[in-house]
């Protein structure tokens, strides 16, 4: 069982960065691929980030070159640096566990992001 929980959303400008942190409970933490996703309203969950437990590293394009993703193995966290954030960029982020392609094991409870323009 990994229980996962997202930390460091909120309200930022235009042009402004917050980092997203997910910590994960369990002893299991790095034989999980990592994922981040996202939810604006009215819209369907959108990815956003995944790194592999091999640290191999894969972006949508519309975060790409602003945001990175980055793991402690060490800590059990997985974390979401975002940069030249945008409007656009406002909605519930939350992370995944994912053990094998096309299934997410674990979910967290989601922390907001809202981009003010």
């Known amino acids: 069982q990994v229980q996962l929980v997202e930390s460091g959303g909120g309200l930022v400008q235009a042009g402004g960065s917050l980092r997203l942190s997910c910590a994960a409970s369990?002893?299991?933490?790095?034989?999980?691929?990592m994922v981040w996703f996202r939810q604006a309203p009215g819209k369907e969950r959108e990815f956003v980030a995944r790194?592999?437990?091999?640290?191999?590293?894969t972006y949508s394009d519309s975060v790409k070159g602003r945001f990175t993703i980055s793991r402690d193995n060490g800590k059990n966290t997985v974390y979401l640096q975002m940069n030249s954030l945008k409007p656009e960029d406002t909605a519930v982020y939350s992370c995944?566990?994912?053990?094998?392609?096309?299934?997410?094991?674990?979910w967290g409870q989601g922390t907001q992001v809202t981009v003010s323009s």
């Open positions: 790194i592999g437990w091999s640290g191999i590293i």
């Open positions: 995944a566990a994912q053990s094998q392609p096309l299934t997410y094991d674990y």
């Open positions: 369990g002893r299991t933490f790095g034989n999980y691929a």
